[in-house]
């Protein structure tokens, strides 16, 4: 893995995370969890540096076990495959890391950082420092419709924001 900075990024976000989709990632070898994400965007907000403060958005369902660890670690990871990893990803967005060690079944290898996990087999990873965490609420929708075709149970995502501090690219 290589580090590069986020300037020297060079991505399609529209594409990059809807179609390819990616691996939402917290906790560390004393214990991790994984699930995949195809929504959530790339960007920047707060003007930390000239350009904006470099940021990841991403949603996480009430109920997805991956929630826990988000929420009670400072930092999580991004990470992004080739297109032939598509079925493991899958595989890791339809079960659950409560009932079984998914990432062993698929035989992806954790690489561990400083409290924080990616994977060794991804091309890309976004390290993500938790800077802004709170839940969609109904009321903050416009389109109304949202709501009854994603929330008939009122599940609502929560959304987090986050600062990406480290990227690294397979060489
Ligand atoms: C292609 C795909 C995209 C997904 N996107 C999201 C998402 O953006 N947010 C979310 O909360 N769940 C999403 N999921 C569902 C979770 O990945 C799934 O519920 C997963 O099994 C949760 O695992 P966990 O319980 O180990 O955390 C997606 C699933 C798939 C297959």
């Given at each position: 893995m290589k580090k590069i900075s986020v300037e020297e990024l060079s991505l399609n976000p529209m594409t990059l995370i809807a179609n390819e989709w990616m691996l939402i990632t917290a906790g560390d070898e004393k214990g991790y969890n994984t699930m995949t994400a195809s929504w959530g965007h790339l960007g920047s907000i707060w003007g930390k540096h000239?350009?904006?403060?470099?940021?990841?958005?991403?949603?996480?369902r009430p109920q997805r076990y991956t929630k826990q660890f988000?929420?009670?670690?400072?930092?999580?990871?991004?990470?992004?495959?080739?297109?032939?990893?598509?079925?493991?990803?899958?595989?890791?967005?339809?079960?659950?890391?409560?009932?079984?060690?998914?990432?062993?079944?698929?035989e992806l290898t954790p690489v561990f950082g400083d409290g924080y996990t990616y994977f060794e087999?991804?091309?890309?990873?976004?390290?993500?420092?938790?800077?802004?965490?709170?839940?969609?609420?109904?009321?903050g929708f416009v389109d109304k419709s949202i709501v009854e075709s994603h929330y008939k149970t009122k599940d609502f995502h929560d959304m987090y924001i986050g600062e990406i501090v480290e990227v690294f690219v397979k060489e």
């Open positions: 000239s350009f904006g403060m470099p940021t990841s958005v991403c949603y996480v988000i929420d009670r670690e400072t930092l999580y990871t991004l990470t992004f495959f080739p297109k032939e990893f598509h079925d493991k990803l899958m595989y890791l967005g339809s079960h659950s890391g409560r009932d079984e060690d998914k990432v062993a079944k698929m087999e991804a091309s890309l990873t976004l390290v993500c420092r938790k800077v802004y965490q709170a839940p969609l609420i109904e009321e």
